[in-house]
């Protein structure tokens, strides 16, 4: 059974950093695309960031771009998003996603995987 369980969430002023893991049980991340979502209050599920399994590309949310990181760690079978410089506008419940897909989107419907969520608030 494919299960992602996320952590790292937490409270933060602005202008902290954060890191947030997702470890992949069940199958192997190293052939799946990984993504990271977040969702606002009364927002819709937005795009953070994604990365494919076979180039490593990666891809960002143009308001994140500079600030936030995604990674990745085949041989723990996780992986991570870094984020620095936050803002109280990143405050969100963040998912980590993944689908075994060969081009990693920030389209929340290409992903059938899902973790529970963290939440992260950015806040003085």
């Known amino acids: 059974q494919l299960q992602l369980v996320e952590s790292g969430g937490g409270l933060v002023q602005p202008g902290g950093s954060l890191r947030l893991s997702c470890v992949a049980s069940g199958f192997s991340l190293r052939y799946y695309a990984i993504a990271w979502f977040r969702q606002a209050p009364g927002k819709e599920r937005e795009g953070v960031s994604c990365m494919s399994s076979s180039t490593g590309k990666s891809r960002y949310l143009d308001s994140v771009k500079d600030r936030f990181a995604i990674s990745r760690d085949n041989a723990k079978n996780t992986y991570y998003l870094q984020m620095d410089s936050l803002k109280p506008e990143d405050t969100a419940v963040y998912y980590c996603?993944?689908?075994?897909?060969?081009?990693?989107?920030?389209?929340?419907?290409?992903?059938?995987?899902w973790g529970q969520g963290t939440q992260v608030t950015v806040s003085s």
């Open positions: 996603a993944a689908e075994s897909i060969t081009v990693a989107t920030l389209d929340a419907g290409d992903y059938g995987s």
